[in-house]
């Protein structure tokens, strides 16, 4: 299994969309048998989601990452695991003991609404401070 992670500095990308470089590692048994760095090519997502094709990539974890790309990747057949963030090895550990999810490694926002089930961050704040979701009309 080929696991790719956008990276700057040596932590995740905070946004996937703007990433110049990929990290792929590969993984056998949960155990990392290889890690190799690319530049991605700064084209439209469509050519970017061929690019990720073309590696053999099964999953990407990200950071923030647009609608479209996400959708376009997950058609391929690409897993994408948004809204996580932190040093790039810590990451690659993680996720091959399976504890990627801790909150420890997730971005704070929308996001985590999103993970919760409750949707995308839509509706008119109440008075009382909560969402309030549009009704349909």
Not at 22 to 44: G, H, K, T, Y
Not at 107 to 113: E, K, S
Request: proline share 4%.
């Amino acid at each position: 299994m080929k696991v790719a992670i956008p990276i700057w500095n040596g932590r995740v990308s905070p946004v996937m969309d703007t990433a110049c470089r990929l990290l792929v590692v590969e993984f056998s048994d949960s155990v990392e048998v290889s890690r190799e760095a690319w530049d991605i090519p700064q084209v439209n997502i469509p050519y970017r989601v061929s690019f990720f094709i073309d590696r053999g990539i099964d999953v990407l974890i990200c950071g923030a990452i647009s609608h479209q790309f996400e959708r376009m990747l997950s058609a391929s057949g690409i897993k994408t695991v948004p809204w996580f963030g932190g040093n790039v090895d810590e990451i690659v550990t993680a996720y091959a003991d399976g504890s990627l999810q801790n909150n420890s490694y997730r971005l704070p926002g929308c996001g985590r609404r999103r993970r919760q089930g409750m949707g995308r961050c839509r509706g008119r704040r109440t008075e009382l401070g909560r969402y309030k979701q549009f009704e349909e009309e």
